[in-house]
């Protein structure tokens, strides 16, 4: 049986036409190097080995995916020109003709199929292949037509082709490269590879024989800068023309200098304190709306984030597809009275040092957390737990190493009250936060359930809305999933991140991603 | 003329002596002088300039940061003093045995003494602290264990120096054992020189337990110290200087303190190394 698409209809305008019509390439010069700080290097260039920003900052400029995702966070075509859904397993792709990787080798169906064999079938399987959901594999039809199968019907399959992470690898490259891939991709992009130093810098430069419009810049390093305040020393002087994860203490400075260019938009990460919701007293659902109570939101945003985030308004960003608005601060609005009262409620009372006390049972948490690895994420920490003492709380905070810290949370059990955590919706589609993060049977090591969140409701919402290919019924049915997480808070939601990249005023053309990996180079110039 | 005579007419000695009093003091008081509870937060006034109302401003969580330096210099006196008894402790211990002992036994634990001695300090600190787990007691821990080597090299010497001397061969003709001898006639004599480096010590072990916790492998938040006011402090260094500054200020004196007066301790007991370095 053939049916037409229903999914996004009339979003695969052809790609061509739309790139052409924009008017960016002749107001600038085509030309110059673009040095990039950033704190850290790559863990690799192959999004089979990296899915984290550092190596994705650099591979989304060479490599390139069946689909993308543009700054309107709409699915747009890129390799592929149209798609049709076969059934409700198959989504048939028509691939773009005449385009080359970076080798000289022809981008065809195969190269589609080589590559998510490669993720999927590979051993170990690739890092993106866990976020890539029940996406199975790719069949070729001809050279230039492919399906792309998954192993039970899959709404989110065109935000998952449209990841990052998604770019489709030259064959012949891997194949002669071996390992050495993962330092020197080669894919169908408007950058290609040029060099690599260790924990120093990366080089690209423009891809002269790219399919699309190419890009203006000649070349662009990125820069190791760890310490924050370096980074913003190497933009003063001139030594680098952006800075990624800029110090949000200079932002208003850097606002109001001429020689600067301040650019944000709403990203789609969640910053966020977890409750283990299965650990004695977070079971009791009044101590965690306690908690949330406790909490000045607005305060941490003013003052710690200083308009370098956004408040969170529910466990999604907005902008991801099924994000419904969660009204924390309607319901659970910034209230020390409140939140003494439900923990008297729930039975417990003010003890000699102010702590409260049950059974003889101090209320005392364990917190894990790093610092560094969100911005400001160890202030946060810090934050919350002197606004827990003020209602009769006490969290003993653990600060380790992110390695540390992520190891802990991945393992189970998990030993500790709370935890300092931001989640990406990668794919930009709910099923990717909803299920993975509440779903009673995906508790780490399987999935990211860390809060030991269980709903038998929540897991029959997530599972429907998963399998189902009508993408207004899946957005009624995430809607319900966040009113039922809206009345049983698992975590205290501390903001969703503002993207905010700052270079100097010679730097044209560039446009910010809410999505952090999607660092777009192609378009940017730089006047010296 | 008495080791105090001597100490006493070293200006720069006494100097540091009166600030070491004050440090010991201000740990000692901290809760009756510090204006205010050095945990307690007040957003809004994050980075406050020094004023009335924070003498020395406000940190970025709007903590005064007055209070803050004065619980700090507790961990810092608390984390000199144990880890120097720890290191001392087990200095004397090892030493001792070492070079009382010699033979197989000296050999064996100097070799190992020196192993430990080729680590970097950093290195072997926080090799012991990632061993442990961060945290107070544990950087107390580590930085007494990086002492140990040293002093159980400079009680080894000493040790294999008086025991040839004249009065212990005399104590050993008249058939003391060698417990006593260790005991009554080795050990005070090595005293004088393990005061003047446990000092010393003192100083670098304020200045580890600032390294580690800027590294935030020491002491956890929201406790004081000095070294994690450093590390946090140096995020805002552009827009609020004072915020690293001042604990900087603190562990500069707290370790210039420990310094002159080891100095001046050894110029006094010590008069054959006077001058020296």
Request: glycine share 8%; with cysteine; aromatic share 8%.
């Given at each position: ?6 999914l ?13 019509i924009v008017?960016?390439?002749?107001a600038?010069?085509?030309g110059?190097?673009?040095?990039i ?11 089979n080995l990296e ?11 060479m ?10 966070m709409?699915?747009?075509p890129l390799?592929a020109?149209?798609y049709?859904?076969m ?14 990787f970076h080798?000289g080798?022809p ?14 079938r590979g051993?170990?399987?690739?890092r ?7 996406l199975?594999g790719a069949?070729?039809v001809d050279d230039?037509?492919?399906?792309v ?23 012949t490259?891997?194949?002669?490269q ?6 020197a ?5 408007p ?6 130093k ?6 690209i ?10 890009a ?21 002087t001139?030594?680098?023309?952006m800075?990624?994860f800029p110090?949000?203490a ?6 109001k ?5 301040v650019h944000?938009t709403?990203?789609?990460?969640v910053?966020?304190a977890g ?8 079971d ?9 109570h ?15 985030a ?6 999604l ?9 969660m009204q ?7 209230d020390?009275?409140?939140a003494?009262?439900?923990?008297t409620?729930?039975g417990w009372?003010?003890g000699?040092?102010?702590?409260m006390v049950?059974?003889g ?10 610092r560094?690895?969100y911005p400001k ?11 827990f ?9 653990q ?9 802990q949370?991945r ?8 935890f300092t ?15 993975a ?7 780490p090591?399987?999935?990211w359930?860390?809060s ?12 429907q809305?998963r399998r ?9 049915l995430?809607?319900?999933v ?18 905010i990249i ?19 180079l ?7 | 003329?008495g080791g105090w ?6 200006r720069l ?10 440090l010991g ?16 937060q ?16 406000a940190d ?28 001392l402790a087990?200095?004397?211990v090892?030493?001792?045995?070492a ?7 000296d050999a064996t ?9 080729a680590?970097?300090?950093?290195l072997?600190a ?15 821990i580590?930085v007494g264990?990086?002492g140990?080597?040293?002093?159980t ?10 025991r040839?001397?004249e009065?212990?061969?005399a104590a050993?003709a ?7 001898l260790l005991r ?5 004599n090595?005293?004088?020189?393990l ?16 390294a ?12 004081a ?5 450093v590390?946090?402090g140096?995020?805002?260094l552009?827009v ?13 004196v707290a370790v ?6 080891g100095?001046?301790?050894?110029d006094?007991?010590d008069?054959r190394?006077?001058?020296s370095?």
């Open positions: 049986m053939r049916m037409r698409s229903r996004l209809p009339g979003l695969l305008v052809l790609g061509l036409a739309v790139a052409s008017p960016s390439a002749d600038q010069k085509r110059g190097t673009l040095t700080v950033r704190p850290t290097d790559p863990v690799s260039l192959d999004p899915t984290t920003a550092p190596g994705a900052w650099v591979y989304f400029n490599l390139e995916g069946l689909l993308t995702l543009d700054d309107k709409q699915v747009k390799l020109t149209s049709e859904v059934s409700p397993t198959k989504v048939r792709f028509k691939l773009r003709p005449n385009v080359k080798d080798t981008f065809n169906a195969a190269a589609v199929k080589f590559t998510f064999d490669r993720a999927l051993t170990p399987p690739a993106w292949a866990s976020l890539a959901g029940s199975d069949e070729v230039l037509t492919v399906d199968v998954t192993k039970e019907p899959y709404g989110p399959i065109l935000r998952t082709l449209a990841m990052y992470c998604m770019g489709i690898v030259s064959p490259a891997v194949q002669k071996g390992a050495d891939f993962s330092r991709p080669v894919g169908t992009g950058f290609k590879f040029v060099e690599w260790t924990n120093t810098h990366v080089i430069e423009r891809n002269n024989d790219y399919w699309g419009d190419k203006l810049l000649d070349r662009v390093i990125f820069k190791v800068v760890p310490e924050e305040g370096a980074r913003m020393i190497a933009l003063q001139g030594d680098a023309d800075v990624l110090s949000p200079q932002l208003p400075a850097l606002r200098d001429s020689k600067f260019t944000e709403t990203g789609i990460r910053v966020f409750f283990h919701a299965g650990m004695p007293p977070l009791d659902v009044r101590v965690r709306q306690a908690l949330l406790a909490v000045d939101r607005k305060a941490i945003l003013d003052n710690i984030m200083e308009g370098s956004g408040p969170a308004r529910g466990v960003a907005p902008g991801v597809f099924g994000y419904k608005d924390l601060d309607k319901l659970y609005p910034f020390r009275a409140k003494k009262a439900l923990l409620q729930a009372t003010p000699p040092d102010g702590i049950k059974g049972q101090r209320l005392s948490l364990s917190w894990l957390a790093a560094g690895r994420d160890g202030e946060i920490t810090e934050a919350i737990q002197a606004m003492k003020d209602v009769g709380v006490e969290a003993k905070v600060v380790l190493e992110w390695a540390a810290v992520f190891q949370v393992a189970n059990p998990f030993n500790h009250h709370m955590l931001g989640w990406v919706t990668s794919n930009a589609d709910a099923d990717y936060s909803l299920y993060l509440f779903h009673s049977k995906q508790v090591p399987t999935g359930n860390t030991r969140y269980a709903n038998p409701r929540v897991d029959t919402l997530v599972e809305a189902s290919l009508n993408q207004t019924e899946r957005e009624k995430y809607g319900e966040q009113d039922i997480l809206a009345k049983e808070m698992v975590w205290i939601p501390v903001y969703t991140t503002k993207e700052v270079t100097r005023s010679s730097v044209k053309g560039f446009h910010i991603h809410p999505v952090e990996y999607n660092l777009a192609w378009k940017t110039s730089v006047e010296k | 003329m005579a001597r100490f006493r007419r070293n000695a006494l100097l540091g002596l009166v600030l070491v009093v004050v003091l201000t740990a000692v008081l901290a809760p009756w002088i510090a204006p205010y509870d050095p945990a307690r007040s957003l809004v006034e994050k980075r406050a300039r020094p004023g009335a109302k924070y003498v020395l401003g970025e969580f709007g903590r005064d940061i007055l209070s803050r330096v004065i619980y700090g210099t507790r961990v810092a006196l608390l984390v000199g003093v144990l880890s120097a008894l720890i290191a087990g200095g004397l090892l030493g001792m045995t070079g009382f002992a010699g033979g197989w036994l634990l100097m070799r190992a003494v020196e192993i430990l001695l680590f970097p300090y950093l072997l926080l090799a012991i602290v990632a061993a442990l787990g961060p945290g107070a007691l544990n950087t107390t580590a264990i990086w140990i080597p040293a002093v090299r400079i009680v080894r010497g000493a040790v294999l120096a008086l040839e001397t009065y212990v061969g050993r008249l058939g003391a054992p060698g417990r006593d009554r006639h080795i050990a005070p090595i005293l004088p020189g005061i003047v480096y446990a000092t010393l010590f003192m100083a670098n072990a304020i200045l580890l337990e600032a580690l916790s800027f590294l935030g492998l020491g002491v956890q938040p929201p406790t110290s000095w070294g994690l006011m590390s946090t140096r995020d805002v552009l609020a200087p004072h915020v690293a500054t001042v604990p900087g200020l603190a562990i500069m210039l303190a420990f310094n002159l007066v100095d001046g301790l050894r006094a007991l008069p190394m006077r001058g370095t």
